[in-house]
């Protein structure tokens, strides 16, 4: 069985850092492009960042270019998502997502929560 | 970067028919935009109902379908249950980069 897990999600002041992680079981980790996708409270669905299945392809969304960091480890079968320079308007919920082609989604996480507040 | 069209709120009658649309601020949505839809129930995480334009999971119930019609992607849902009460998204692709529309909140009612 498929299983996107998230973690790391939590409060943090604006200007500060939190590194997510999605923890990926029940496939091939390996084989796989990965995404992020983030969920404001109440609003809809917004794309993050997504990487190739060795790592050696990323791309991001403009809001979050230069602040965020995908990154994985294949021996771990984990997805990453370090993020600098953390605003207010980077609340919400993020998921990570599987696809097997650059553009595809397949199956999701239940998502984390990220709050920036002072 | 490219906007991403949808109708933010539809409803429909339990046994009918509706038909979401995704539109491309760049122009005609065509099958090299690879549309994808998604359904969202409050409280979950996304579901992907159709990938490239048309495809279903194994998941997906028979009665959506994805495909294109007038310029834009459409999702169509044929025989309404109250469980389809849910918001749905649509993805598009672009170079280097992928889009959600905002949205279309499904009313069954």
């Known amino acids: 069985e498929v299983q996107l897990v998230e973690s790391g999600g939590g409060l943090v002041q604006p200007g500060g850092s939190l590194r997510l992680s999605c923890a990926a079981s029940?496939?091939?980790?390996?084989?796989?492009?990965m995404h992020w996708v983030r969920q404001a409270p109440g609003k809809g669905l917004v794309w993050v960042s997504r990487?190739?299945?060795?790592?050696?392809?990323?791309s991001y969304a403009d809001s979050v270019k230069g602040r965020f960091t995908i990154s994985r480890d294949n021996a771990k079968n984990t997805l990453y998502l370090q993020m600098n320079s953390l605003r207010a308007e980077d609340t919400a919920v993020y998921y990570c997502?599987?696809?097997?082609?650059?553009?595809?989604?397949?199956?999701w996480g239940q998502g984390t929560l990220v709050t920036v507040s002072s | 970067q490219a906007v991403v069209t949808q109708e933010p709120s539809l409803t429909v009658s339990p046994g009918g028919t509706v038909t979401l649309t995704c539109g491309s601020s760049?122009?005609?949505?065509?099958?090299?935009?690879?549309p994808y839809w998604f359904q969202q129930k409050p409280g979950q995480a996304p579901r992907t109902l159709i990938y490239?334009?048309?495809n279903k999971h194994s998941w997906t119930p028979a009665r959506f379908s994805g495909s294109l019609l007038g310029g834009k992607a459409a999702l169509t849902l044929s025989g309404a249950q109250p469980e389809d009460e849910a918001e749905y998204y649509c993805?598009?692709?672009?170079?280097?980069?992928?889009?959600f529309g905002g949205g279309t909140k499904l009313t069954v009612l």
């Open positions: 997502a599987r696809g097997f082609l650059a553009h595809d989604f397949d199956y």
């Open positions: 993805l598009l692709s672009y170079s280097g980069f992928v889009v």
């Open positions: 490239d334009t048309s």
């Open positions: 990487i190739n299945s060795d790592g050696s392809s990323t």
């Open positions: 029940g496939f091939t980790f390996s084989s796989y492009w």
């Open positions: 760049t122009g005609a949505v065509t099958s090299g935009h690879y």
